[in-house]
């Protein structure tokens, strides 16, 4: 670990927001300015929007995670879990993967916890339900379901084979609607293998409580997606909830009752309960909260709602986007050419302000596995 006296930049969190944090507060700082520390439980950050994928063995597990250690090279990336943060003491303590907790002083504090599952009080949920945001749920799912056709194919009891081939999916965001689309298909591709499972015994539910499914790209993709979904042979519960499925009997706010093995729970994400406990502003209205207090030193980016560092000096300094195609992504393009600013007064703005004022050609900067797909 690092006894550098340099101020530290302590990014708790190496998912999606923390890795590119890290990557851009390395990329726009001096040579040994700060010293950058990444906290996570995982070494690897995991590009999530590829696990319906992993999940149907598409593509490898291995191009679904980016090693930390790897991609923020420059940065000290500590394998562990933030349990509290004192903002007064500026101190975060560290559970590492092994031994004794500890703490680690900060100056700069970026809180980029992503978000859980969120989940609702129903009957056998807990016991029965699948989730769909680390690497190991989705290669779990793909075992899981293979291991469905396996009984299907080698029971001679009819009630067993047909809840071994029903699959239920409750939430049709991105999530629910990916994953259904590529376990559907790689189950069904499966089925030439087996001698006693075909493409048509199998069955798959989709449950959402909304009155559409992938409510992030609008009602026109929205309602493309379902009916191609609907076209494959899943059958899509809109309006409706999921009231229990103890033992796997699914019992839906519509009436219909179906058994299943394979229940995966994709509906909506919260964010991270352990937020509550660092003593952080929550919510939208934190961002302005934290970037004008006396602790101005923290930002935090986290799950649905999150709030990120857009202090007015730091979106002035903020590289240029521009949109490539109506809809696209957003993409940087090459650093613009501003006047220095003397208003900077935290760290990553007085950093940014003091960048490269030359044009230079944007480089790829992400191994392929993470651009080769853009977000919506
Ligand atoms: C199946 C699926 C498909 C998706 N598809 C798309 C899509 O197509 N397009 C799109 O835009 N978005 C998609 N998303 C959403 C997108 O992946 C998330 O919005 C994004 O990952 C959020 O990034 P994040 O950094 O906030 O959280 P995460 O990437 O979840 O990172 C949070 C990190 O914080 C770490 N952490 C948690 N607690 C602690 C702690 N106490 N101490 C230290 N570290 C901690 C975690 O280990 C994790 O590494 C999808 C999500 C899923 C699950």
Redesign the pocket.
């Known amino acids: 670990m690092s006894t550098t006296e340099r101020p530290r930049i302590l990014v ?7 890795l590119y944090a890290a990557r851009r507060i390395l990329k726009k700082m001096r040579y040994a300015e700060a010293t950058v520390t990444v ?4 070494s690897y ?2 590009y ?2 590829f ?2 994928e992993a999940a149907a063995g598409s593509i490898s597990p291995r191009h679904v995670v980016v090693p930390l250690r790897r991609v923020v090279r420059g940065a000290e990336v500590l394998t562990g ?3 509290t943060i004192d903002q007064d003491r500026k101190v975060a303590t560290i559970a590492p993967l092994v031994g004794e907790a500890y703490e680690l002083p900060f100056d700069y504090l970026v809180i ?4 859980v599952s969120r989940t609702f009080p129903i009957p056998g949920l807990a016991e029965q339900g699948i989730g ?2 680390g690497i190991e749920e989705a290669i779990g799912l793909r075992n899981h379901v293979l291991e469905q056709l396996d009984k299907a194919d080698s029971t001679t009891d009819e009630e067993v084979r047909r809840k071994a081939l029903t699959f239920v999916f409750v939430g049709g965001g ?2 629910g609607a ?2 259904i689309g590529e376990v559907e298909d790689m189950a069904r591709d499966a089925a030439k293998y087996y001698t006693n499972v075909s493409r048509e015994d199998m069955r798959f539910v989709l449950v959402d409580a909304a009155d559409k499914i992938l409510p992030e790209v609008g009602p026109k993709l929205g309602q493309y997606g379902k009916e191609h979904l609907e076209s494959r042979g899943i059958e899509i519960y809109l309006e409706t909830s999921m009231d229990s499925c103890v033992d796997g009997h699914v019992v839906l706010k519509n009436g219909l009752e179906v058994d299943s093995n394979t229940i995966v729970w994709t509906a909506g994400v919260k964010p ?1 309960p ?1 937020l509550s406990r660092f003593g952080l502003p929550l919510g939208p209205a934190a961002t302005w909260t934290a970037t004008r207090s006396s602790r101005s030193t923290a930002w935090t ?3 649905p709602r ?1 709030t990120t560092p857009r202090s007015r000096t730091w979106r002035r300094s903020r590289p240029a986007f521009r949109r490539s195609a109506p809809g696209a992504r957003r993409t940087p393009s090459t650093p613009c050419v501003r006047p220095r600013s003397s208003a900077t007064t935290s760290w990553p703005a007085c950093a940014a302000s003091r960048r490269r004022t030359t044009a230079t050609p944007t480089r790829a900067r992400w191994p392929v596995s993470v651009c080769t797909r853009a ?2």
């Open positions: 708790v969190g190496g998912g999606y927001v923390g906290v996570d439980p995982r950050m995991t999530q929007p696990l319906p879990r933030v349990t980029s916890m992503g978000a769909m945001k991105f999530a990916e994953t991270n352990a980016t986290s799950g999150a977000s919506p």
